[in-house]
């Protein structure tokens, strides 16, 4: 999964676990998915007298946005809104592509969207840490309603099908990628292999969502040149390769919605 999209799994699952837990770990900062963000905040937009949108900080940072959704009685939310185009999978793994995945704040009773903005800085920072992200409230409205689907099943059968495509037609580096997914579905996560190890909060370790947003990163496959994406084949192959990519991609973004969605805090033993 490309930056943007963990990192609002990130917030929907550690903004929750402050509101709902009182946790928010000390090395927020330290972790994978903000190994290259320089600053995080959150604004919104009014209108000067002239009718120009004004720009104006409501949190300068992760915690403090944190504390204000807390005080407002807000639960967090990931909600995907699809382009519904058939080629949207294909810029899937750059900045902005993809359409638009946001943060859904609602109280049950009212709601605020809340949408990235990724900019470079300094490409050459020694740190590695060249973004500058910039959440914005750009929507008020009714609360987001749950889909009540179970989309894992629907993900499993999508990942056996694409791994025997790949198979099939000698792509062995993506049909492992597949079958890793799968694997950790299975063993219900004994064997991971995704990159972002660190992704869910203690208090939800131990849940199903752990070991599923693992499996959902090795076989998120959509990115640039050298990716999925960027394969042909001749034939009737192309037209399976296109519909057993599609099925994937939209399955994997239904499982990432729910599983963000649905995880509860967890109660284990010290």
């Known amino acids: 999964m490309n930056g943007p999209i963990v990192y609002n799994i990130a917030l929907v699952l550690f903004g929750n676990a402050h509101i709902l837990e009182n946790e928010t770990p000390s090395d927020l900062w330290d972790r994978s998915f903000n190994q290259f963000c320089k600053e995080v905040s959150f604004v919104s937009f009014k209108k000067t007298v002239l009718g120009k949108a004004k720009e104006v900080v409501v949190s300068p940072s992760i915690k403090e946005w944190f504390e204000l959704m807390k005080r407002k009685n807000y639960r967090l939310r990931l909600w995907h809104q699809g382009s519904g185009r058939v080629d949207e999978r294909f810029t899937a793994g750059f900045i902005d592509g993809g359409w638009n995945w946001n943060i859904v704040a609602s109280n049950g009773r009212m709601s605020e969207v809340w949408t990235a903005q990724w900019n ?57 990628l597949f079958g890793n997914s799968i694997e950790t579905i299975e063993s219900k996560g004994e064997r991971r292999f995704g990159y972002h190890k660190d992704l869910i909060p203690s208090c939800y370790l131990g849940s199903e969502a752990e070991y599923l947003l693992d499996a959902c990163q090795s076989a998120w496959v959509f990115g640039g040149m050298g990716s999925w994406n960027d394969l042909g084949f001749s034939g009737k192959a192309q037209e399976e390769y296109e519909n057993v990519s599609e099925e994937l991609y939209l399955s994997l973004i239904d499982s990432i919605v729910h599983i963000v969605n649905d995880v509860r805090p967890t109660k284990f033993s010290t």
Do not use: M, T
């Not at 409205?141 to 749950?146: D, E, I, K, R, T």
């Open 120 to 176: 470079v800085w300094n490409q050459n920072d020694p740190e590695k840490r060249i973004w500058k992200v910039k959440y914005g409230l750009v929507g008020n409205g009714s609360p987001l309603q749950n889909s009540g689907k179970e989309p894992i099943g629907r993900l499993v059968a999508a990942l056996r099908n694409i791994e025997d495509f790949a198979l099939r037609e000698n792509c062995h580096s993506f049909a492992k």
